[in-house]
């Protein structure tokens, strides 16, 4: 599948997202869980991006590797970082009036996540594996 950016800049473009991310794992034929797990997480990052950042980027895209295939998005934005990765990992932390359980919500969502947040700049990858539904 090929690779696929998306501007985030406002409500309308996390819409987007959701529903790119929705329309790339039903291609994958994933589980109606998976499909979920998947456009949540999405969901949180970019709602992040708009929120915390003002703007950013989406990158979609899909991994093959020797024993698994996954579908893989890549959240950056030019925003004021985060200070402390570590306390922002920690379930029940928040900047705002959410409840807490944004990134290691994500986190827990997906196969792999990773971080990186420096001032001015953070970038989040996600993944998830192809689990095909049995036919």
């Not at 109606?32 to 709602?47: C, G, H, K, M, Q």
């Not at 890549?74 to 009036?97: C, N, R, S, V, Y």
Request: proline share 4%; glycine share 10%.
């Amino acid at each position: 599948m090929n690779v696929q950016l998306i501007a985030i800049k406002s409500e309308a473009d996390v819409v987007t997202v959701c529903t790119q991310a929705r329309r790339r794992a039903t291609t994958h034929h994933l589980s109606p869980a998976d499909v979920s797990r998947f456009e949540t997480a999405a969901s949180e990052l970019a709602w992040n991006i708009v929120k915390y950042a003002g703007s950013g980027t989406c990158l979609f895209f899909s991994s093959q590797g020797d024993a698994e295939q996954k579908i893989c998005a890549t959240f950056e934005d030019h925003g004021p970082g985060i200070p402390d990765l570590e306390l922002a990992m920690q379930d029940g932390f928040t900047t705002g009036k959410g409840l807490g359980g944004g990134l290691p919500g994500v986190k827990r969502l997906v196969d792999t996540f990773h971080i990186a947040s420096e001032p001015a700049y953070t970038v989040i990858s996600i993944g998830l594996r192809v689990r095909r539904l049995m036919e």
